[in-house]
């Protein structure tokens, strides 16, 4: 009886440990909103379904890339608390940052 009480545990834990290490890992996904198609946007963001994720897609079509998280709060039926609850969720990837071109050297006299 002993030995089934401790394997059950050992088991228990085992399970419990492996929920853990998914809920973090699933927790860690993130979603450049700039990139993104909007089933991606759907299945990352909390609180965003199909028809939120479409209208972030739609929203950067018309206005150009997402600068900063607050510019989701434009888009219809998100808000800031939305924005809030999935910060560490969005990435703004290279084309938030304009379309500035490197700097060149300058040529030698």
């Given at each position: 009886?002993?030995?089934?009480?401790?394997?059950?545990?050992?088991?228990?834990?085992?399970?419990?440990?492996?929920?853990?290490?998914?809920?973090?890992?699933?927790?860690?996904?993130?979603?450049?909103?700039?990139?993104?198609?909007?089933?991606?946007?759907?299945?990352?963001?909390?609180?965003?379904?199909?028809?939120?994720?479409?209208?972030?897609?739609?929203?950067?079509?018309?206005?150009?890339?997402?600068?900063?998280?607050?510019?989701?709060?434009?888009?219809?039926?998100?808000?800031?608390?939305?924005?809030?609850?999935?910060?560490?969720?969005?990435?703004?990837?290279a084309s938030a940052k304009g379309s500035a071109k490197p700097a060149t050297a300058a040529a030698a006299p």
């Amino acid at each position: 009886m002993h030995s089934f009480v401790k394997t059950t545990t050992a088991a228990l834990h085992a399970v419990a440990l492996s929920i853990l290490f998914a809920g973090a890992a699933h927790a860690a996904e993130s979603v450049d909103i700039n990139t993104a198609d909007a089933k991606t946007i759907d299945r990352v963001l909390v609180n965003i379904g199909p028809s939120k994720a479409e209208a972030i897609v739609a929203h950067r079509e018309a206005n150009g890339p997402y600068k900063s998280l607050e510019q989701l709060a434009k888009v219809k039926g998100i808000g800031l608390k939305t924005v809030e609850k999935n910060r560490d969720r969005i990435q703004l990837g290279a084309s938030a940052k304009g379309s500035a071109k490197p700097a060149t050297a300058a040529a030698a006299p």
